[in-house]
């Protein structure tokens, strides 16, 4: 196998919301600047990139992962999900993000992308959560704003809604995290 330089650029190709993208970066470039800057897809917040905020938070094939613990190489060849692939191509908001507009879950929206993202991961897995499963998830994430109740309060009004009790299991830890392994 040919070494690589740490210099050199390297062709990344993978699916960004749907879209099959491919860019030059280096091997040692991190996903959430590979997607913000190479790829020129901003809605990834990039806050303390040492994995404890959770603002960088993107689906991988479906799974969340904090993107400034990700190469960018990792992701080669897979599905990756941002906040941009919520809302409808009209613009209309998924019901997540209109539950967070309802319940004044957010203020300056830094940590927004982030915990949508858990959130869109979680709830697939886990549609009616419990209040203090919610606060599991939630407390993979930090927010200077908001004080987390409209968070919680908007989460457990999508549960409310969601049609079928779903099996569960005990997601909320490794979704605090940023996901099930990358
Ligand atoms: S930027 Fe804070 S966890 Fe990635
Ligand atoms: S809304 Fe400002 S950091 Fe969360």
Same mark, same amino acid.
């Given at each position: 196998m040919r070494r690589v330089n740490k210099n050199e650029r390297v !062709?990344?190709?993978?699916?960004?919301?749907? $879209?099959?993208? %491919?860019?030059?970066?280096?091997? !040692? #470039?991190?996903?959430s600047d590979f997607i913000r800057q190479n790829l020129g897809s901003t809605g990834t917040h990039?806050? &303390?990139? *040492?994995?404890? &905020?959770?603002? &960088? #938070?993107?689906l991988i094939d479906g799974v969340a992962a $904090?993107?400034?613990? #990700?190469? =960018?190489?990792?992701?080669e060849g897979r599905e990756v999900k941002t906040v941009e692939s919520l809302a409808a191509?009209?613009? #209309?908001?998924?019901?997540?993000? %209109?539950?967070?507009?309802?319940? *004044? =879950?957010?203020?300056?929206?830094f940590c927004t992308p982030g915990i949508l993202m858990s959130f869109t991961d979680y709830l697939a897995r886990n549609p009616h959560p419990s209040s203090a499963e919610i606060r599991e998830v939630l407390s993979g994430h930090l &927010?200077?704003?908001t004080g987390y109740a409209g968070i919680v309060k908007a989460v457990e009004e999508v549960a409310s809604s969601a049609p079928a009790k =779903?099996?569960?299991?005990? *997601? =909320?830890?490794?979704?605090k995290h940023g996901g099930r392994g990358v």
């Open positions: !062709r990344i190709a993978l699916a960004l919301n749907g $879209r099959k993208l %491919a860019a030059a970066a280096e091997p !040692r #470039t991190l996903l990039v806050g &303390c990139e *040492h994995g404890i &905020c959770g603002a &960088c #938070t993107v $904090r993107s400034c613990l #990700t190469l =960018a190489v990792q992701a191509p009209d613009g #209309t908001l998924n019901p997540l993000q %209109a539950a967070f507009r309802a319940n *004044h =879950a957010l203020q300056c929206g &927010c200077r704003c =779903a099996g569960k299991g005990d *997601h =909320a830890s490794e979704a």
